[in-house]
């Protein structure tokens, strides 16, 4: 069996399970699981599901969530019912452990089985590096960046990016995590605190008083002692609103050459959150599809095996254009794909995407008008200059 490969020679592969999306946190939380059946659409209409092996993603078991969490929180995770009661119409209930049941992190039927399902995708995904029978594998439903060893966190209950990385450093000795989604990617920045063979890059508005989760600045690098391996290993590019594509690109790959160049990893894990995106209900920055995307294109180039995760994303119809466009630039289907503006007119839900059905809308599209960009190019300097600093204590 020869496999599916792409006209450049990447075997890529897609990890999803429709199962997902049939979760609901709940009528005003942000998190919309059904973007990920827009996706799934978006990407079957284009006819990019011909040029990767598409895999259901099974749920990951408990000793697979345990590689990471503590039995404690997963036994726990294992058995709470949502549990609305007359003074919790909402189902706000929040005097639970383990940070459980608030408005961010709220109890949901099914919660289990979608925080397994979330796992298993990307641990399927880094099992597919692992074997190398994948270069590049999609898990959409993964890149839950905040949850900890025993504590759910904003939006996430259960870290399938640090699983997944806790897989492929079973093969590979040194696994380059970046972030792209708009907030701090701290549940893997703290998980891999004390290590030098996981170095995180995370790119995200900062805000400490202001902006969830309020750490990640640019001097935090991991612990301060030098005889831990971890420090200088955590990377952080704090932003303000209003970036634009220009900038974007041009601050992440100069960190991301750099971090290469010295850190030199054999593995990648992407996590694309598409809160960064113009539009998005959270996040207020001005980035397109192709300045989102283009970071993809850039992590493809380095030629390395690599994971690519979702995240963040909250305004559904642009997260499935993002998500789209980065699945055909992995199968090497982004010509076909820009060349067909037009959304295909049998994409299911076709009359979600608006802006007369675009694949890359224009910044007028999406807002009007540009959100004013508070990031001065002297500033985006100083973080590159902080950040080439910082890699000088680090060596392969
Ligand atoms: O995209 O939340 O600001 C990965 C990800 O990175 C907070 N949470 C916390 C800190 C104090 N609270 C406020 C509680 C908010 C309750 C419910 C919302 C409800 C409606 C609309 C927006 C929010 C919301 N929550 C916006 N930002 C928050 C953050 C959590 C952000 C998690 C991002 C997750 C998937
Ligand atoms: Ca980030
Ligand atoms: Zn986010």
Same mark, same amino acid.
């Given at each position: 069996?020869?496999?599916?490969?792409?006209?450049?020679?990447?075997? #890529?592969?897609?990890h999803?399970?429709?199962?997902m999306?049939r979760?609901?946190?709940?009528q005003t939380?942000?998190m919309?699981?059904?973007?990920l059946?827009l996706t799934?659409?978006?990407?079957t209409?284009y006819?990019?599901?011909?040029?990767?092996k598409?895999? !259901?993603a099974r749920?990951a078991?408990?000793?697979?969530?345990t590689?990471?969490?503590?039995s404690?929180?997963v036994?726990?995770?294992?058995?709470?019912a949502p549990?609305?009661?007359?003074l919790?119409?909402d189902?706000?209930?929040s005097?639970?452990?383990f940070?459980?049941?608030?408005?961010?992190c709220?109890l949901?039927?099914?919660?289990?089985?979608y925080?397994?399902?979330?796992?298993? *995708?990307?641990?399927d995904?880094?099992?597919?590096?692992? !074997?190398?029978?994948s270069?590049i594998?999609i898990?959409?439903?993964?890149g839950?960046?905040h949850?900890?060893?025993?504590e759910?966190?904003?939006?996430?209950y259960?870290?399938?990016?640090?699983?997944a990385?806790?897989q492929?450093?079973?093969v590979?000795?040194r696994?380059?995590y970046?972030?792209?989604d708009?907030h701090?990617?701290?549940?893997v920045?703290?998980a891999?605190?004390?290590?030098d063979?996981?170095?995180?890059?995370?790119f995200?508005k900062?805000?400490? $008083?202001?902006f969830?989760p309020?750490?990640?600045?640019?001097?935090?690098?991991?612990?301060k002692?030098?005889?831990?391996?971890?420090?200088?290993?955590?990377i952080? #590019?704090?932003?303000?609103?209003g970036?634009t594509?220009e900038?974007?690109?041009?601050l992440f790959?100069?960190v991301?050459?750099r971090?290469?160049?010295?850190?030199?990893?054999e593995?990648?894990?992407?996590?694309c959150?598409a809160d960064?995106? *113009?539009?998005?209900?959270?996040g207020?920055?001005?980035l397109?599809?192709?300045?989102?995307g283009?970071?993809v294109e850039?992590?493809k180039?380095?030629?390395?095996? $690599?994971?690519?995760?979702g995240?963040?994303?909250y305004t559904p119809?642009?997260?499935?254009r993002?998500?789209?466009y980065?699945t055909?630039?992995?199968?090497?289907?982004?010509s076909n794909?820009a060349?067909t503006?037009? &959304?295909p007119?049998?994409?299911?839900?076709?009359k979600?995407?608006?802006?007369?059905?675009?694949l890359?809308?224009?910044?007028?599209?999406?807002?009007g008008d540009a959100?004013?960009?508070?990031n001065?190019?002297k500033?985006?300097?100083?973080? &590159?200059q902080?950040? !080439?600093?910082q890699?000088?204590?680090?060596?392969?």
């Amino acid at each position: 069996e020869l496999g599916i490969t792409t006209p450049k020679g990447y075997d #890529v592969s897609f990890h999803y399970n429709p199962e997902m999306e049939r979760h609901h946190f709940g009528q005003t939380h942000p998190m919309k699981p059904w973007r990920l059946t827009l996706t799934k659409g978006l990407v079957t209409a284009y006819g990019m599901h011909y040029t990767m092996k598409n895999y !259901t993603a099974r749920a990951a078991t408990y000793d697979e969530l345990t590689s990471f969490h503590t039995s404690d929180y997963v036994d726990f995770l294992a058995t709470v019912a949502p549990q609305p009661t007359p003074l919790d119409l909402d189902g706000t209930n929040s005097d639970l452990k383990f940070n459980l049941g608030g408005s961010d992190c709220p109890l949901f039927e099914g919660l289990y089985n979608y925080c397994s399902l979330s796992g298993g *995708a990307s641990l399927d995904a880094a099992r597919k590096l692992c !074997t190398k029978q994948s270069d590049i594998a999609i898990a959409w439903g993964g890149g839950l960046h905040h949850a900890k060893r025993s504590e759910a966190s904003g939006f996430c209950y259960v870290n399938d990016i640090v699983i997944a990385i806790l897989q492929l450093l079973r093969v590979h000795k040194r696994v380059l995590y970046i972030d792209i989604d708009v907030h701090h990617g701290d549940g893997v920045e703290e998980a891999f605190f004390s290590t030098d063979r996981v170095m995180t890059v995370s790119f995200h508005k900062y805000d400490p $008083m202001n902006f969830f989760p309020g750490t990640g600045a640019l001097e935090d690098n991991g612990p301060k002692s030098e005889h831990n391996p971890g420090a200088h290993h955590a990377i952080n #590019v704090p932003l303000n609103d209003g970036i634009t594509d220009e900038q974007y690109k041009w601050l992440f790959e100069n960190v991301i050459s750099r971090c290469v160049e010295k850190f030199k990893p054999e593995a990648i894990v992407l996590q694309c959150g598409a809160d960064s995106l *113009a539009g998005d209900r959270l996040g207020k920055f001005n980035l397109l599809v192709q300045g989102h995307g283009s970071c993809v294109e850039y992590c493809k180039g380095l030629g390395l095996p $690599m994971i690519i995760v979702g995240g963040g994303g909250y305004t559904p119809k642009n997260v499935a254009r993002a998500w789209a466009y980065e699945t055909a630039i992995a199968t090497n289907n982004q010509s076909n794909v820009a060349a067909t503006a037009e &959304i295909p007119l049998h994409t299911p839900y076709r009359k979600n995407f608006e802006y007369d059905s675009v694949l890359l809308p224009s910044i007028e599209q999406i807002l009007g008008d540009a959100r004013q960009n508070r990031n001065t190019q002297k500033r985006l300097q100083e973080i &590159i200059q902080h950040v !080439t600093e910082q890699l000088r204590f680090v060596s392969a």
